[in-house]
C-alpha cells in the first residue's frame, strides 16, 4: 500500500471525529461553493461540482448544506468570496508537501502555514520547485461487496478505465487519468458497488522513506496543517511504514 493509500485510510478512520466537529462539512462546501463558481451551479454539466458533490454526499452531509453551497458559490447568497491556493513546502527531512487551500484571507492562511513549519521543522518553497514531484490522478474509493469478488472489482475497475487497483481489507482504493475519473466511477457505481471517495489527487512520483521516529514527526506536521480552517488537503512524499501507521493509529 502507498503512503498515499495509508495516508488515506487514517484519514478514514479520524473521519468521524472530524465530522463532530463539522470541519469536514465546512472544508466540502468550500469545495462545492469553489467548483460552482468556476463551472456553475449544474453538477450534470459541471465534473469538477459532481465529484464535490459527490464527495459531500459520501460524508453524509446533509442536502440542504449542499444546495446552499452551490448557491453561494454561483452568487445567489452571499458568502462565496473563497480563493484557491497551493502552497508548496518541505516537511522536516526534506520531504516534499502540496498544501490545497480555500481561503477569504490569503495573509491569514500563508502565516499559519508558516507558523506550523517554524514549530515542526520544515519551510514553504517556491512556486514550481515541489509541485512537478507529484502527478494529478483520478482518486476513487470503494467498499468491499459480499456480491462481488475482489478480483472481479480489480477487473471492472481497469476495464472501466482504471490505471491501478489497491485491494484492502477495509477498502479498495482505485487510480485513474483524471479524464477517466468520472467515467470509472460511473462504471463501479452502475455495477452495484458502494463508491465513498471520487477525487482528484496528488500522487507523489516517487516517496521517501524515514526512520519510524522520523516518519511520525512528519506525520505530525501533515495533521497540524490539515487542522487549520482553510487547509483542504495536504499530499507528500512520505512512505509511511506499517509501524508507523500502527502507531499513529494507537495515538
Known sequence: MSGHSKWSTIKRK??????????????????????????????????????????????????????????????????????????????????????????????????????????????????????????????????PSDEMDPDDIFMLAVEAGAEDVEIGEESIEIYTSPDQLHTVSHALSENGLTVGEVELAQVPKNEIELGEKETLQVMGTIEALEELDDVQQVYSGLSISDEALEALEAA
Open 14 to 143: 479520524k473521519g468521524a471525529e472530524d465530522e463532530k466537529r463539522g470541519k469536514i462539512f465546512t472544508r466540502l462546501a468550500r469545495d462545492i461553493m469553489l467548483a460552482a463558481r468556476s463551472g456553475g451551479g449544474d453538477p450534470a454539466a459541471n465534473p469538477t461540482l459532481r465529484t464535490a458533490v459527490e464527495k459531500a454526499r459520501g460524508a453524509n452531509m446533509p442536502k440542504d448544506n449542499i444546495e446552499r453551497a452551490i448557491k453561494k458559490g454561483t452568487g445567489e447568497l452571499a458568502g462565496g468570496e473563497l480563493e484557491e491556493i497551493t502552497y508548496e513546502a518541505y516537511a522536516s527531512h526534506g520531504i516534499p508537501v502540496l498544501i490545497q487551500c480555500l481561503t477569504d484571507n490569503r495573509n491569514r492562511t500563508l502565516a499559519d502555514i508558516r507558523r506550523i513549519f517554524n514549530r515542526q521543522g520544515g519551510n514553504l518553497a517556491e512556486a514550481g520547485a515541489v509541485s512537478w514531484m507529484f502527478d494529478t490522478k483520478g482518486y476513487i474509493t470503494v467498499e
